[in-house]
């Protein structure tokens, strides 16, 4: 069974820290990572995607995957209150295959 | 910027009723997708489709599930005989055939929430 494993939360920052988020998962398959932010009652929006071990940055948003020891993160930069929402960490095997969900950590990013 | 856009955005029906979920998908994407979230849970995948034909389907999907693409821009999830556990967010997602970065990454419409009395 594939599985995906995230801190449900919630977890709390004060405005204008540094939120960290994390994620791991069990098929060692798998090839690409992915970071989803998701609103209450709203779809996913992908945030970035990583394939390669070491750190990707977007803007106030890093992520950063370790494929030795199964792990991915996600840094969030300078946070704002705009941020609170859950995170989503997926996985796939390959591009395009289906994507397996973690349940989420909730961030709440407190002004 | 394109976006996948679904209907209808709430959808109400008795148990054992047949309903279809509309998606359009981004316009030169390939690939297609169906999920669901039960309120408080997890997404899960249901199936992926391209070239007119299911490339991997889940457990959850079963002989009450469909998938069709009926003409070059709608992509529909019908459930048969819908069962209580049904209720669920169903979101379409596609993604693009080309190369690059960017064959990485399903993009997710708003869904259809789906209510089984």
């Known amino acids: 069974q594939k599985e995906v494993e995230q801190n449900s939360g919630p977890l709390s920052v004060p405005e204008g820290a540094i939120a960290s988020l994390n994620c791991t998962y069990s098929?060692?398959?798998?090839?690409?990572f992915f970071w989803y932010r998701q609103y209450s009652g709203k779809s996913p929006e992908l945030i970035m995607f990583?394939?390669?071990?070491g750190d990707k940055e977007d803007g106030r948003f890093t992520a950063q995957l370790n494929k030795a020891s199964q792990y991915v993160s996600l840094l969030i930069r300078d946070s704002q209150p705009s941020d609170s929402a859950t995170y989503l960490c997926?996985?796939?095997?390959?591009?395009?295959?289906?994507?397996?969900f973690g349940k989420g950590t909730t961030l709440s990013v407190s002004s | 910027e394109p976006e996948v856009t679904q209907t209808p955005s709430h959808q109400v029906t008795q148990m054992g009723q047949e309903v279809i979920l509309r998606c359009v998908p981004i316009?030169?994407?390939?690939?297609f997708y169906w999920y669901r979230q039960i309120l408080g849970q997890k997404v899960e995948f249901l199936v992926s489709?391209?070239?007119?034909?299911?490339?991997?389907k889940s457990e959850i999907f079963d002989d009450q599930f469909s998938v069709e693409r009926p003409d070059g821009s709608n992509f529909t999830l019908k459930i048969r005989s819908t069962k209580l556990e049904d209720s669920a967010m169903y979101f379409c997602?596609?993604?693009?055939?080309?190369?690059?970065?960017?064959?990485?990454?399903?993009?997710f419409g708003p869904g259809t929430r789906l209510t089984v009395l």
């Open positions: 990583i394939y390669s071990n």
């Open positions: 489709f391209y070239n007119n034909e299911i490339s991997e």
């Open positions: 098929d060692r398959g798998s090839q690409s």
């Open positions: 997926a996985v796939n095997r390959q591009a395009g295959t289906a994507l397996i």
């Open positions: 997602a596609s993604r693009t055939g080309s190369t690059g970065g960017a064959r990485y990454t399903q993009y």
């Open positions: 316009s030169n994407h390939l690939y």
